[in-house]
């Protein structure tokens, strides 16, 4: 396949982002064309995809139900609507067989993207963590063959499953060690964000660490000092945006206040985002 050199230079700089510095990375997870406008247009340096705001936006439950080609189309013209590096939270990878597993990559780095975040939940228990390696170790063949630095991400849901009540933090460990082995370039431990923890992960983790955040959570100059490189919102952008057009429709379904729309965008304002039209085409 064709190697393109902008998705190389894009990727080399999504690689740069996780670098130690004085902020980390944070990602504002978006799930359409528009959202991705949005959030580059606040000041994004990334964009990244989330795999559940993705499914409700298409009418499925969160948790590898949207079906493989209306996630990649979804993610081909989240690519498409900015002009700076994407990465792809493709759940488990859409297939459980290594050719499922291949297409996905394969489907990821043709719509433009230059990272993933690829989990071992989806099952009970976690995946077996040779199983996963082995897979994170196929992402990293394909993506080789493509010329493309790929940014694997490996999730591991062994806090926020609940399956390791007494051994979350020895599990973690000896599943980032073995992913980091098998060539993901960043280990992503949602479900703690308690400091104490993440200082501890960080200091025995040799790879960019991923927190996942929300309301109640450390700010993210907070997350940094414990050594946090890359602050992720996931769904939560979108459960925001769909919390505001239910207040927005009971509002007005209720006693006709339009005061929740005090405050929105202008039409000109929607329409200047698209002003060059998307790259992408289906």
Do not use: C
């Not at 936006?57 to 080609?69: E, N």
């Not at 993440?198 to 109640?216: C, M, Q, R, T, Y």
């Not at 005061?259 to 992408?280: N, V």
């Amino acid at each position: 396949m064709t190697l393109h050199r902008g998705s190389v230079t894009k990727a080399e700089l999504f690689h740069k982002l996780h670098d130690a510095g004085p902020t980390p990375l944070v990602l504002v997870n978006v799930w359409d064309a528009a959202s991705a406008r949005v959030v580059q247009e606040a000041g994004a340096t990334a964009i990244a995809t989330s795999s559940s705001a993705v499914s409700w936006s298409l009418g499925f439950r969160d948790g590898d139900h949207v079906p493989w080609g209306l996630a990649m189309a979804a993610l081909g013209r989240v690519v498409g609507a900015t002009k700076l590096p994407v990465t792809a939270d493709i759940e488990t990878g859409y297939g459980r067989t290594d050719d499922e597993l291949r297409a996905t990559v394969n489907g990821v780095l043709d719509a433009g993207a230059v990272g993933i975040n690829i989990e071992d939940s989806g099952a009970e228990p976690l995946t077996e963590i040779n199983e996963q390696s082995r897979r994170i170790a196929l992402i990293r063949a394909v993506a080789d063959e493509r010329g493309i630095p790929l940014f694997i991400n490996a999730r591991t849901d062994t806090y926020l499953s609940g399956q390791y009540p007494d051994n979350a933090y020895e599990e973690t460990l000896h599943r980032a060690d073995s992913y980091l082995k098998a060539g993901a370039d960043g280990i992503f431990v949602p479900g703690v964000v308690d400091l104490h923890v993440l200082h501890e992960l960080s200091s025995k983790i040799p790879a960019p660490l991923n927190a996942l955040a929300g309301v109640g959570a450390p700010s993210p100059l907070e997350l940094h000092d414990a050594g946090i490189r890359r602050v992720s919102i996931g769904g939560n952008t979108a459960k925001a945006a769909y919390a505001k057009v239910a207040r927005v429709a009971k509002e007005i379904l209720g006693d006709g206040n339009w005061a929740g729309l005090a405050g929105t965008r202008s039409h000109d304002e929607m329409d200047a985002l698209f002003a060059q039209g998307p790259k992408y085409r289906p």
